[in-house]
Structures are given as C-alpha cells and as structure tokens.
Nanobody
C-alpha cells in the first residue's frame, strides 16, 4: 500500500516558478514509476510528466517540455515537479500518481489528493 501526499501548490504570477512535492508512504517506493497529472474543471485528467523507478528516464507532455522538470529521491520517498516559466494555462489541480514499473502506465495504482496551482496573468 502506498499513500501519496502533495504539497507546495499555490498562486504564482505568469513567468514565475513553483515546486510541488509528493511524499509517499510505504517501503516499496522503488517499485513504482511516479508521475504528475493535472486536471481543470470540465476536462479529463492529463499526464504532465513521469519518471521511472530509478529516475533514468523521464517523459513530459509537449505543453510543458523545457519548462517543467520531474525528479525523485528514493531515499526520501519523494517526487518533485519543478515548474518554471509558468503560464495561466498551467492552472489546474495537480495530482501525484504511482504505477508499478513495467506496465507503461496502463493502470495508475495510487493517486494523491491533488493540490491547486494557480497562475495569474
């Protein structure tokens, strides 16, 4: 069982930066690929970034490439999303997610509660 808790969201101006953090409980953090998703009202949840269990591969949505960076610290059971050059369209609830390695995110095993990120224009 893994529990995920996001922190670090808030309000930032266009062009600013924010880092959101996901702390995971449990002793099997290394079994999971980790990801960040986001959702706005009336839209489907979309993947923002994912990272493999050891951090050797990352993937990003085209809309955030070059601006966001996902990383993880397995010693701290933590995954981060550094968001730079934020735009109003980045405003969303951001969710931390965990998926067992090797399944290419066909199933998300655990979700966090979500955290609001708002970018003012």
């Amino acid at each position: 069982q893994v529990q995920l808790a996001e922190s670090g969201g808030g309000l930032v101006q266009t062009g600013g930066s924010l880092r959101v953090t996901c702390a995971a409980s449990g002793r099997t953090f290394e079994w999971y690929e980790m990801g960040w998703f986001r959702q706005t009202p009336g839209k489907e949840r979309e993947v923002v970034a994912t990272i493999t269990w050891n951090g050797d591969r990352t993937k990003y949505a085209d809309s955030v490439k070059g601006r966001f960076r996902i990383s993880r610290d397995n010693a701290k059971n933590t995954v981060y999303l550094q968001m730079n050059r934020l735009k109003p369209e980045d405003t969303a609830v951001y969710y931390c997610a965990a998926a067992l390695s090797g399944r290419s995110w066909s199933t998300v095993d655990y979700w966090g509660q979500g955290i609001q990120v708002a970018v003012s224009s």
